[in-house]
Every structure is written in structure tokens, then in C-alpha cells.
């Protein structure tokens, strides 16, 4: 007698022994590709704020360049994606400007609230906003930006 059929429910069991671990190791991959993407998700949020930050700080050397620095603290609040339109390079996932926070919202996109000043990230995991903010500081200590005594610091997408 062959030892091949000596055990006839062997084969069976070698069956589910693989049968659970490809299972295992199909979950496995899902769980990794879903962590990949929230990666892939957070990584382009980073990317598209540098790129605001990048196109901020050009403005920011352009005002200087011009003697207009002055002018600086007007840009405070305005939608920062203007900027990346002068330079054609708006993200894909740019929706535009909506009038208060209860419109309908695409996941994964960005908008500009015009009521609140800010921009919006609409997450599938939640809002994240950010607001244009101009630093500076305040040699005379009077709270206003002047040109010609005050440093200017920056001018960036902060989140809020």
C-alpha cells in the first residue's frame, strides 16, 4: 500500500492549509493598499501646500522686488490658489470658491470658502483648513505691519 493513500483526508487538509494562508495573504495585501493610499492621499495634500507655499513666497519676493510690501497684509486670507493659477499649476482636485461650508463637497478636493476666508480640504476622514497668513515682526511694537520699520517673515498656507 502506497503512503499517498494511506491518508485519504491529507489532501484535503493541505487543501485548507493553503486555501487560508492565499486568504491571509489577500487580506493582508488590502489592508497594505489601503494604507498606501491614505499615504498617497496625505503625501499629495503636502505636495499641492508646498506648492502654494512655493508660489507665496514668490509673490512675497515679487511685492519686495516692487517696494510694495506694504501691500502685504491685504493678501492675509485671500485663496492662495490664485497665486498657483498665475503660475498654471492648480491641482486637479481644485473645485473653486463656495459661498458657505454646507455645499456639497467632492472627497479629496480642495475649495476656497469664501464666507470664512479659508481653504478647505474635504478628506473622506474629515476637513482640514487653512488660512493665508502673513508673518512679520513688530520692531516699533505698535500691531501693524510698516513697511519701512518692520521684518517681514513669511507669507504661507498655515493650517487652522
Do not use: C
Amino acid at each position: 500500500m502506497s503512503l499517498r493513500n494511506a491518508q485519504p483526508g491529507a489532501k484535503l487538509l493541505r487543501l485548507d492549509i493553503v486555501v487560508i494562508l492565499v486568504i491571509f495573504f489577500i487580506i493582508a495585501f488590502l489592508v497594505y493598499l489601503d494604507r498606501l493610499e491614505e499615504d498617497v492621499r496625505t503625501v499629495a495634500v503636502e505636495k499641492t501646500i508646498n506648492e502654494i507655499n512655493s508660489a507665496l513666497a514668490l509673490t512675497l519676493y515679487q511685492h519686495a522686488v516692487e517696494g510694495r510690501l506694504g501691500d502685504l497684509p491685504l493678501l492675509e486670507g485671500e485663496n492662495p490658489f490664485v497665486f498657483l493659477a498665475i503660475y498654471k499649476q492648480l491641482p486637479a482636485n481644485y473645485r473653486g470658491s463656495v459661498r458657505d461650508s454646507t455645499t456639497a463637497r467632492v472627497i479629496n478636493s480642495w475649495y476656497y470658502n469664501l464666507d470664512a476666508r479659508r481653504v478647505t480640504y474635504q478628506a473622506d476622514t474629515g476637513l482640514r483648513e487653512f488660512a493665508l497668513v502673513f508673518q512679520y515682526k513688530d520692531r516699533n511694537n505698535n500691531g501693524v505691519f510698516d513697511a519701512s520699520i518692520d521684518a517681514v517673515a513669511e507669507l504661507v498656507m498655515a493650517e487652522q
